[in-house]
């Protein structure tokens, strides 16, 4: 099937409303651009589930604090249309700045204590303008099953808690980090790097890793898991931490580790920050 690309609102929702009443199922994938093949898996995920796909492409001001790298953020629109037609979507929203937001909202949508913490702390209001966009996607998509990666775990909590407490009528799938072979996460930052910088950046991949083996030998102390793995990043120049933290699987701190637990650690490397996270149960 070939790919309808919008940059309007509207004849973009008319779409997709059309299709429910042919009684399809929607799949959306909001993206800010930059395809890599992890959003490509989450493309090929939907087209799996859901009878359309919708992609979203928008840089979204709201999310980025002053300072922070929304002006150099990559963007590739014609590689990005390739790839999503090829992965097989049916629609692609595109819109430029001045139709998704005619002028600055005056609304904004906070999850609050999901979204204050680790990336929250380090990036304040960045949930805020996620959520408040992520809000907007799904009003104008309507009802769908939407699928983010796992990769922003944190991100994927705030939605998830947004969706639930709004009552929209959207299911959010997590779906698993996508990885090069040496461990990286795949990240549309990752274009920052310098050869000799991404040579290093598996540092972080290790980092949890080694918090996980800290578990599976019998750690329960969450200061010596985040210990282990701030020492693997130490040992690389190249990076400043920003958190190393083990938390419960909902983000929620903890004293003891036990059951289902996540890692998530943030670092910066040249002008990128990084981040990654990986489950471990106890
Ligand atoms: O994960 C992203 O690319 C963005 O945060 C999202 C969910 C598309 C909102 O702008």
């Given at each position: 099937m070939s790919l309808t690309v919008f940059d309007r609102l509207e004849p973009y929702r008319k779409a997709l409303e059309t299709e429910r009443a042919a009684g399809r199922t929607v799949g959306l994938v909001p993206t800010m651009g930059a395809l890599h093949a992890g959003h490509v898996s989450l493309i090929h995920r939907a087209a799996l589930d859901c009878d359309v796909v919708a992609v979203t492409i928008f840089v979204n001001p709201l999310q980025f604090a002053p300072g922070e790298d929304l002006t150099t953020y990559p963007r590739d629109p014609e590689g990005d249309r390739a790839q999503i037609s090829e992965a097989g979507a049916t629609y692609l929203l595109a819109p430029p700045m001045r139709e998704m937001?005619?002028?600055?909202?005056?609304t904004s949508v906070t999850v609050g204590r999901i979204g204050e913490s680790l990336e929250g702390a380090s990036r304040p209001g960045h949930f805020t303008g996620v959520a408040t966009i992520v809000a907007k996607l799904f009003a104008v998509s309507g009802a769908c099953r939407a699928y983010f990666g796992e990769k922003d775990y944190q991100q994927l909590a705030v939605i998830r808690r947004m969706v639930a407490d709004l009552g929209l009528p959207v299911d959010v799938v997590g779906c698993p980090t996508v990885r090069d072979a040496d461990g990286l996460a795949l990240s549309?930052?990752?274009?920052?790097?310098s050869p000799d910088e991404r040579a290093a950046a598996p540092t972080l991949y290790q980092a949890l890793l080694a918090g996980g083996d800290a578990i599976g030998a019998g750690q329960r102390d969450p200061g010596s898991i985040r210990a282990a793995m701030a020492e693997v990043v130490a040992r690389e120049p190249k990076f400043t931490l920003d958190y190393a933290e083990v938390t419960a699987a909902d983000l929620t701190p903890i004293d003891t580790v036990a059951g289902e637990v996540r890692l998530l650690i943030a670092a910066r490397i040249g002008t990128a920050r990084l981040i990654d996270n990986l489950g471990a149960h106890a």
């Open positions: 937001f005619a002028e600055p909202p005056l549309s930052r990752n274009a920052y790097l």
